[in-house]
């Protein structure tokens, strides 16, 4: 029986790759161990080895294509006693690769399918707008560039920022364009480089410290809290810190309970902050561009799940959001859906599936979870008259108990059913995959909850 | 395949130039002006002075918590004596002497120990930071500030204090490593006062000398007499000139001691013994100075008593001006003052919220 071997997921969030060698070819013998071909990712190059025994029967993706798909078959082995020139792939080959993109778009992952929604146009983009497609990865990396060429204060700091253009690739180009002086390489310490970005935004200038994720932040809490969050106060107004603390937060795909965790509740219970959650791309750029300039310390939240999807972005030459602003990203009527990150877009999911059984749901963008945009999550409530509150995280003492209490505190006249939270599951996230996915939230608890708030189960 | 010895590693030296009888090395002794020593014995003398009466306020109730300087004014005046006004101070929370010798103001000072923020706010023309209460944590900043001045080509450098318990925390460790690593204008003075409330210099480390852990970092190190303003004054310059000319760090351990409480609500007394204390009196720096500057002629009983008066007039001059300046900081919304750069809209419906129930009570209780 012929073995087909596909394309490797080589590290947690690969989707792709390009097949850059093949160092075998058709009609070679192989043994288990014998390295066949090497694959390059956004982040290294690899060797793929052989597990089994044969000879190569048929390579079926060519060396150097691009945008090749995780599980895509690339050779087929014939085991022994097999002929290998009667071996046929036991399913036809993906489609071909695109044609290679872009540089700028190297990190470019395949889309998922695109949510189809009702938009409402955000007020900041004039009519007539030329709307470009961008992932969040090279909206934030254009946010930061745009920023640092505008002001010599601003500059990036944190683990393989520099060199390594981010442990994502999102400081993609920035050491080449700006300079080891501003695309700073730190020793491993969350602590250390928080505290020294914290010192450098109190001397005046404007960090922006990139964790690789907020997990590894944990260790730098103190600084975020304690010196940038306070300093400020306890200064009687006189010592600034504008400084913004940004990296991947929430669960990523299979990185286990330690590096998949949501830390939204966590910085939005301390005074002194600003807290910011972007979903897409547009909002990515607009509010970090305003993160960098606010004159506060922001813990700026990214999903490292988001990175590769694309969204419009307008092509303006400074797109500045509000901060403090939340987005109806969906007009309904019948139930509001609250969310904020990457459950926006499992929000907008629901609203489809809502939407074919007759439910018409209002999705609202937090955006910002810290100053809280309660007033516009009231003013859906008001036509609605029930919510749903739908958080990638643990429920308790969570953002959505947060959005649910000011709804009993400010909007108890107007629901006609108890605000109800979609969550993930409150333990520490599994490594299993089935498992993993069955804990974490999606866009059916989004609609279970939403039937239930409606009364339509 | 040796077994060998490293390299040798710049060796740790130690430096005292002032003994204390107040006889002075010549050649160690750092070249300053009369003026300046005389100010340098001034400062000091306020210092101890102005402790005194902050202690005094607080027994009876009049000021708060507050960590007294008694024993280590000269490990922190002569620190400080080699930084310019355009230089940064980076303070622990226990450098009252080195923050007036920088020019804090004796009534922000008083204000700031009563429990008002604004006696931490920072004059305009003054780049220093205020007080740092969690341990080691200003450590990191001053490595950023100095990562700023490099940048900027400012040519200041920071001057950061620290204690011996300050030592064991991760922010020293970070802070001296990313000091070393990006090669910034920073000098770390390490004020060893043998205490960490009660734990003493050696549960804190074994190593032998806390200056020897610059080695492990790239940079020099120096153990210096705390007690003995002229080495820490020679030490300072030192590391100064290292750090504005060669962008280059330096970790000075002043060996000094804590002569009073931790803070006020600390009593020494039930772990420390009374005859370590009277053999540190005996090393008492402004003693020390007194007796050195007295043999050169610079001091006699007239000039010490007038500036003891001139030094008690202005304390309590001081005292009053901020008693007067605290009774305008009673609105007790002040205290949603300064939390962003701007108040966020659900701060300022906060506010309204308080000064509404606030308005109240006050009606109900009339």
Not at chain 1, 165 to 193: N, S
Not at chain 1, 386 to 392: H, I, K, P, Q, S
Not at chain 2, 169 to 188: R, S, T
Request: charged content about 25%; some cysteine; hydrophobic content about 45%.
């Amino acid at each position: 029986m012929a073995i087909e071997i596909t394309m490797p997921a080589l590290s947690p969030t690969m989707e792709k790759g390009t097949l850059a060698k093949w160092l075998v070819k058709e009609g070679d013998t192989i043994k288990s161990g014998d390295v066949i071909a090497e694959i390059e990712t956004d982040k290294a190059t690899m060797e793929v080895e052989a597990v089994d025994e044969g000879t190569v029967a048929k390579i079926l993706v060519a060396e150097g294509s691009e945008d090749v798909a995780v599980g895509t078959p690339i050779v087929v082995i014939a085991e022994e006693g097999e002929d290998a020139s009667d071996v046929k792939p036991a399913a036809a080959p993906a489609p071909a690769a695109a044609p290679a993109p872009k540089k700028e778009e190297v990190f470019e992952d395949t889309p998922k399918a695109p949510v189809t929604s009702v938009a409402v146009a955000d007020p900041a983009i004039p009519a007539g707008t030329k709307m470009v497609s961008t992932t969040v990865r090279e909206a934030l990396r254009d946010a930061m560039a745009e920023e640092m060429r505008k002001d010599a204060n601003v500059f990036v700091m944190g683990e393989e920022v520099a060199e390594y253009q981010g442990a994502y690739k999102v400081t993609q180009g920035l050491l080449q364009e700006f300079g080891p002086d501003r695309v700073i390489d730190t020793p491993i310490t969350e602590h250390g480089f928080a505290g020294l970005g914290s010192g450098a935004a109190f001397a005046g200038l404007k960090p922006v410290i990139e964790f690789m994720t907020f997990n590894f932040a944990m260790q730098a809490i103190d600084h975020i809290i304690n010196s940038s969050a306070k300093t400020r106060y306890m200064s009687g107004g006189l010592v600034s810190s504008p400084i913004v603390f940004r990296g991947p937060n929430g669960a990523a795909a299979r990185v286990g309970a330690q590096h998949s965790q949501n830390y939204a509740s966590w910085y939005a219970h301390v005074p002194g902050l600003i807290v910011i959650a972007p979903y897409d791309a547009a909002d990515a750029k607009g509010l970090l561009k305003a993160a960098i300039r606010n004159p506060n310390p922001v813990v700026f939240l990214e999903n490292e799940l988001l990175y590769g999807e694309s969204f419009d972005v307008p092509d303006l030459d400074d797109y500045v959001l509000p901060i403090g602003k939340a987005r109806v990203c969906r007009e309904g009527t019948d139930v509001t859906i609250v969310s904020y990150s990457i459950a926006v877009g499992e929000s907008l999911k629901a609203a489809d599936k809502l939407a074919e059984e007759g439910i018409s749901a209002e999705v609202i963008d937090l955006r910002t979870i810290r100053p809280l945009d309660i007033d516009t999550v009231i003013e859906s409530v008001k036509k609605t008259n029930r919510c749903v509150v739908a958080e990638e995280g643990w429920p308790t003492c969570s953002v959505s108990s947060e959005v649910s209490a000011q709804l009993m505190e400010k909007a108890f006249d107007w629901l006609d059913a108890p605000v109800t939270r979609a969550t993930n599951v409150d333990v520490p996230l599994p490594y299993a995959n089935n498992l993993e996915k069955l804990a974490l939230l999606n866009a059916g608890d989004i609609v279970k909850a939403a039937k239930a708030v409606c009364y339509k189960d | 395949m040796p077994r060998a010895r490293m390299k040798e590693l710049e060796p740790i030296e130690i430096l005292s130039v002032l003994d204390e009888d107040g006889n002075f090395d010549k050649e160690l002794a750092p070249d300053i002006a009369d003026e300046k020593l005389i100010a340098i014995f001034r400062a000091m003398a306020k210092a101890r002075l102005f402790d005194e009466r902050l202690l005094n306020l607080q027994r009876q109730g009049k000021l708060g918590t507050f960590a007294p300087v008694r024993g280590q004014e000269a490990a922190q005046v002569g620190a400080v004596a080699a930084i310019e006004a355009s230089d940064w101070l980076v303070p622990s929370f226990r450098e009252t002497a080195a923050m007036l010798w920088r020019g804090a103001s004796l009534e922000d000072i008083f204000i700031f120990t009563a429990g008002y923020n604004e006696g931490l706010a920072i004059p305009d023309d003054s780049n220093d930071l205020p007080t740092c209460v969690p341990v080691a944590s200003q450590l990191p900043h001053a490595v950023g500030i100095a990562y700023a001045q490099k940048y900027r080509q400012t040519g200041s450098v920071v001057m950061a204090f620290f204690g011996d318990g300050a030592t064991s925390e991760g922010d020293f460790h970070e802070a001296l490593n990313f000091a070393g690593v990006f090669e910034v204008p920073v000098v770390f003075v390490c004020q060893n006062n043998q205490w960490a409330i009660s734990v003493p210099r050696a549960k804190q480390t074994r190593a032998h000398s806390l200056a020897q852990k610059a080695i492990a970092y790239g940079f020099p190190g120096i153990q210096v007499d705390g007690n003995d303003v002229l080495a820490v004054l020679k030490a300072a310059r030192d590391a100064v000139t290292r750090a504005r000319e060669d962008c280059l760090p330096t970790l000075i351990e002043c060996v000094t001691y804590r002569m009073g409480v931790h803070t006020t609500a600390d009593d020494p007394t039930v772990y420390r013994d009374e005859e370590e204390v009277e053999e540190w009196e005996d090393r008492d720096p402004i003693e020390r100075l007194r007796l050195h500057m007295r043999s050169r002629g610079l001091l006699d009983d007239k000039a010490e008593d007038a500036m003891a008066e001139e030094l008690k007039d202005e304390i309590e001059s001081a005292w009053k001006s901020a008693r007067d300046t605290m009774e305008g900081l009673t609105d007790p919304s002040m205290m949603f003052d300064h939390l962003f750069a701007e108040p966020t809209t659900p701060l300022r419906a906060q506010r309204n919220a308080f000064e509404a129930l606030r308005d109240d009570r006050k009606a109900a209780n009339e």
